[in-house]
């Protein structure tokens, strides 16, 4: 399985909460069997808290970074908020 469909499965998972969440719903969305769900979740969880992955992949927002992000949610935000 790529990487890509890896996080998508644990960003899904991670981001939902209810119902939605449970193994079967986040195995039918991604098109996997439940046990796959959980393996990927632990794979993705254990490269992503080493001390490594956190210095070279997990950083703070620039404040040119935080300003372009300000400026796409203006520019796709809905004008009446």
């Known amino acids: 399985m790529s990487v890509e469909e890896q996080l998508a ?16 719903g986040i195995a039918n969305w991604a098109d996997t ?3 796959t769900v959980v393996l990927v979740t632990h794979q993705v969880m254990t490269l992503i808290l080493q001390p490594y992955s956190m210095d ?14 300000k400026e796409w949610v203006h520019e796709h935000s809905c004008k009446a908020w």
Do not use: C, M, R, W
């Open 9 to 24: 499965i644990t960003l899904y998972q991670f981001s939902h909460d209810g119902n939605v969440v449970s193994l079967q």
């Open 33 to 35: 069997g439940k046990g």
């Open 56 to 69: 070279d992949v997990v950083h703070f927002p620039t404040e040119e970074e935080k300003e372009t992000a």
